[in-house]
């Protein structure tokens, strides 16, 4: 195994300086940001101070040098590039080679919610030795004021100013660039697989500063480049460029267009929102903890519903502030609102090294816990044996150090994270280090969305609630090979009833830009989607009365010619 030149070796040194005892509190990034302004107002520096702490923590991070194992560059380079090679599989012969994948972060599996939790954990401890007690916040993506927001404007916001407060040293009283708003890469970054397969090169050169949805990042070939600066000479504006992206992003969160109001609880079942609070009542960890395991689940399951995994809704946000445009499935209102946008948290070579990442995650993280705590296990978890989404090729393929088909549960090790044991030895940590938040890795969340959300008993709520003579069962499509497409994609699901078209929902995939690296591995590159058939009669759908056509949403110029699906109609 090889690394590339611009990995940095050294692991992250546990930073534990707090003053407290007892777990800390993470907060809302909203929360901090609304006693910022009101201690702003007042001249209360206690209410500034937290989220000064904060930006003054991330501008530290951020300007170590990349080699440094605290810096921004190097943490955000463990999720994805710049990636670690495996050069005697590469020199393989296709038929015999494997696919992996040269970053650290597991999805698709059942380490999907342990990794990023102590990933999240180690981006928290660096913060810390910047600035000592300074916390994580999360963004609460499913409140109210996101709803009706879409993303705080901390994350978005071109500048800060800071107090005059002493606390703030040589900052007191300056105007900077905001660190959360993007980051301007100190080294280059390149997907050596583009070249193995005679692709476009993934790469970012030196200098390459992130972008979110309306902006194109593809900066990687000449064509690429012209394109780019062609789509982004579109939207010169900062301003309007953080109001189309709000807009796209309240679309997902809400399932709704724009124009219309706003509820509490939004009801449309494919809103981001449904999806966070459908996850909430997955029966056990395996299938709650990621999209390979739920797909198995969802096949087997005899319920007219399917279980949303965590990391469902995961997938959505990433595409939506990534460079997806909203999925509406109406034919008379135009999908999305810009095409071309190809944004850095829209692929998972880069999405770690845009700052909103980490907001992101501590939220994912959030949710994990209120799962846990609402199915009373705070203090422990269980993996099915041998279930799909338990071994390392499954999905993404394995990650580094790990063998191909190598079983994960819960004493698998979470590379590249490492902590000092009971004996003084540095081990890897594994998910068995970091089930209880407050007891083992002494932290917790503030009171935020879903907090007071009883548990449903779902099959009885459909029974209750699906109409007379309407089908229990679903569509499923199969045979999708995530290797034919240029990175992350969308797949949109109609069914065609008696001069009706039906929106049965879509189904997000957050992936690679390339992983097309053994034409062999199709079975753990495979797709599965299923879609509720609730909305159409029973009888229509028993005698096949009913049509189904399907569209994606890619990044590429058109689907690639090899593409082939399946799908059938199952109980």
Known sequence: MTYNSTYCFKEIKEANMSTFTGPRVRYSVRQLQAEYDEGKSSKDLDKMKPLEDLIRAWKGIKELP???????????????????????????????????WGGYCNHGNVLFPTWHRVYVLKLEKALQTIV????????????????????????????????????????????????????????????????????????????????RYPLSGLVGTPKDREATKKHNDQYPDPIMNIKLLNTNVKQWLNGIPPEKPVPETPEAKFSIYKRYEKCLNAPNYTVFSNTTSAMAWNRGSHQADVVIPLENPHNDIHLSVGGFDYIEGSEEIQIGIIAGAN????????????????????????MFWLWQKKHNYTDKLTIIPGYPGTSSTDSQGPTPDFPPN??????????????????????????????????????????GSFDHYHLLDEQKVQEETRDEGFSKKKLVVTGIDRALFQGSFVLQAYANFEGKKYYLGHYSVFSRRNVVKCANCLTHLEVQAFFPLDKLPASAVDNNEVEYSFTFRHRGPQLHQDLKYDWEIID
């Open 406 to 447: 190598a079983s994960l549960n819960l004493d698998s090790p979470l590379y590249p994270f490492r902590k000092i044991d009971d004996k003084n030895m540095e081990v890897p940590y594994t998910s068995k280090d970091c089930i209880n938040i407050e007891k083992q890795l002494n932290y917790t969340y503030s009171s």
């Open 343 to 366: 944004g850095d948290m829209g692929e998972n070579n880069t999405a770690a090294l845009d700052p909103i990442f980490f907001f992101h995650h501590c939220n994912v993280d959030r």
């Open 66 to 100: 990349p080699e440094d194992p605290n810096s921004f560059f190097c943490l955000g380079g463990y999720h994805g590039e710049p990636f670690v090679y495996r050069d005697d599989v590469d020199n393989l012969k296709r038929i015999d080679s494997y696919v992996y």
């Open 132 to 211: 000592p007690d300074v916390m994580m916040p999360y963004w609460d993506q499913t409140t109210l004021e996101s709803l009706k927001k879409g993303i705080p404007d901390i994350l978005t916001q071109e500048k800060f100013t800071f107090s005059d407060a002493q606390y703030n040293g040589e900052l007191a009283g300056k105007t900077i660039d905001n660190p959360l708003r993007s980051f301007v890469l100190p080294k280059r970054l390149s997907d050596k697989d583009y070249e193995f397969d005679g692709n476009p090169n993934y790469s970012k050169p030196k200098g390459y500063e992130t972008v």
